[in-house]
């Protein structure tokens, strides 16, 4: 039973911003009654192992777990799972919920995050295409991947080149079909791009680029047996993963009328153009005070950082979300990590040695250090990210120089 | 079943109960102790489960990894005994151990 004296907190979402949120809130000992509504049947958890040791099946399910369930409780927070919102009324700040029952807030933060984004064409609803977003994904790709099958995924980004590494690991044979004209083209440069081909084209992984899929085939159960594509080639699966982005969730906020644009927008402070209202993580386009822009992001640290900014300003503590992107992502034993944006640079500096698989390239635009993305060198990174964030200006010359230490550039 | 005491900067204690096997920053996390974030959940890619052993538990806790090494080497509080708490599997040889926290994580 809701407390008729205090104020409610209802957070709709129960994902990795969610899950963050409640953390905090605790810790901040936030005085008013939380609510948590998610659509999902787990308390929340992360995404990343999905497509890492999680389908690998090194860690279990309850590794996944943010926290254990009895901590929220403990807390005195409420997690209603299972339950999906159906709508938000401003005008008496209720909730209409998927089981009929309407709930009161006082304050609502939106953490809705994202959906995958479907492929359109002939024979997308066939049996045996998966998409990868939450457990039960990961568990029905998984009990598929048995040796000797072919899998074919669409999608040359991070979590198809994840999961090509490790299902290859356990004997599957992978096609990666990816429709740019080099891997990860979306958030990477061409040196990390070509390393990760010969990564895991002598994995075995049989890796085509500008390969756009325009239908899949079927046997005669209507289970996928082939993809077709756009120059009439045909490559033939027993499994496939369509892995091609994902699309922020906010139809609730546009039908609550909340200002959005690719995303719900929020300012520094994770608010709304509703006092009364936050969002943050996948689901939101945030004012960047880093790159002065708005910015969507969907990744871990965007989650978090965003997570702890919502909870500073529901105690009304003044504290801006002002860092520097950054993400990390497994594959075989190359262990990538990236901060900061690279789409605007003028000129890449590598330093290290690709053979060696330890290197890292610094993106730089007017002199300055803009992005890092850091191969086996988690000091590159770690000092690119010092770089990135102060918006250092150091020479071409100085980075790649293996005589001076990276340390000594912050 | 053990106990791990965590430490925080501002001397704060929070005694824990630890299955063997779990890593030190699992069972900061799962006990929500401010100060270690965990991020990464454990990849030794964010840097935000920087600990300080005891001095008298340090050998208990293992070898540091080449990338973890990379990743300490850049706190500005690293100690002698400092560890990333992912990095660190608990065994039962640990019952006891104390563990002190940074003032800030990378
Ligand atoms: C396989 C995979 C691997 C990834 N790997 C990495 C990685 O290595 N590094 C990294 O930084 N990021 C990674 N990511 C991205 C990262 O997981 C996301 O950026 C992060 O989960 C975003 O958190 P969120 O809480 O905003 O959204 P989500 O985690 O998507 O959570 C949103 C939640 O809201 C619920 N919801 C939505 N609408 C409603 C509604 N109306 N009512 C009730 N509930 C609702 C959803 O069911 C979901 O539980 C990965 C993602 C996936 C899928
Ligand atoms: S949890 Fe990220 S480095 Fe330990």
Redesign the interface.
């Known amino acids: 039973m809701i407390n008729k004296n205090k104020e409610v907190t209802v957070i709709i979402g129960g994902g990795h911003a969610a899950g963050t949120l409640l953390t905090a809130l605790l810790q901040k000992k936030y005085p008013h009654k939380v609510v948590m509504v998610s659509e999902e049947l787990h308390p929340p958890y992360q995404r990343p192992p999905l497509s890492k040791n999680y389908l690998a099946g090194e860690v279990d399910k309850a590794s996944l777990y943010l926290k254990p369930p009895s901590i929220y409780e403990k807390a005195g927070q409420e997690l209603q799972l299972g339950v999906r919102v159906e709508k938000i009324n401003r005008d008496d700040k209720s909730l209409i919920l998927s089981d009929q029952s309407t709930l009161k807030y006082d304050q609502l933060v939106l953490a809705t995050g994202s959906h995958v984004r479907r492929l359109n064409v002939r024979g997308s609803d066939l049996k045996g295409i998966h998409y990868l977003h939450g457990i039960e994904d990961t568990d029905a790709l998984r009990r598929e991947l048995v040796p000797g099958k072919r899998l074919v995924i669409v999608g040359g980004g991070y979590i198809g080149l994840e999961v090509a590494a490790s299902a290859t690991k356990q004997g599957v044979k992978v096609t990666v079909l990816e429709a740019a004209e080099r891997l990860m083209q979306r958030v990477t440069g061409p040196e990390i791009s070509e390393f990760l081909y010969a990564k895991h084209t002598s994995a075995g992984v049989d890796v085509r680029l500008g390969a756009a899929v325009i239908g899949f085939e079927s046997d005669d159960q209507g289970c996928v047996n082939g993809v077709t594509l756009a120059d009439g080639g045909k490559v033939s699966a027993d499994i496939v993963l369509v892995s091609i982005g994902v699309i922020p969730e906010t139809a609730l906020a546009e039908n609550a009328g909340l200002l959005c644009d690719d995303g719900v927008v929020v300012d520094e402070f994770t608010r709304t153009d509703d006092p009364d209202i936050l969002a943050i993580g996948d689901c939101t386009r945030h004012h960047n005070l880093f790159f002065d822009k708005r910015q969507r992001l969907e990744s871990v640290a965007n989650a978090v950082e965003q997570a702890r900014t919502a909870a500073a300003t529901l105690m009304s503590e003044e504290k801006p979300y002002d860092s520097p992107p950054w993400f990390w992502s497994n594959q075989y034993d190359v262990r990538l990590q990236m901060v900061g944006l690279s789409q605007n640079h003028d000129q890449r500096v590598l330093r290290g040695s690709i053979l060696d698989k330890e290197f890292a390239v610094f993106y730089l635009c007017l002199g300055h250090v803009i992005a890092v993305d850091a191969v086996n060198f988690p000091v590159a990174f770690m000092v690119g990210k010092q770089l990135v964030k102060l918006r250092k200006s150091v020479s071409a010359e100085v980075l790649s120089n293996p005589n001076i230490e990276l340390k000594s550039l912050i | 079943m053990g106990k791990i005491i965590f430490i925080e900067h501002d001397s704060t204690e929070h005694v824990t109960q630890f299955d063997e096997g779990a890593t030190l920053m ?1 069972i900061a ?4 102790v ?1 100060g270690i ?1 965990g ?3 454990g ?5 935000t489960c920087h600990m300080i052993v005891s001095d008298e538990w340090f050998e208990k806790t293992g070898k540091v990894g080449d ?1 973890e090494e ?2 300490l ?2 706190t500005p509080e690293r100690a002698r005994t400092s560890r990333l708490g992912c990095q660190v599997q608990t065994t039962k040889a640990m019952d006891g151990m104390t563990v002190q926290l940074p003032e800030f994580q ?1």
């Not at chain 2, 996390?29 to 929500?32: G, I, K, L, P």
């Not at chain 2, 990849?43 to 840097?47: L, S």
Request: charged share 20%; proline share 5%; with cysteine.
């Open positions: 699992q996390v799962d006990n929500a401010p974030d991020d990464c959940g990849e030794c890619a964010c840097g990338a990379q990743m080497s850049m990378m």
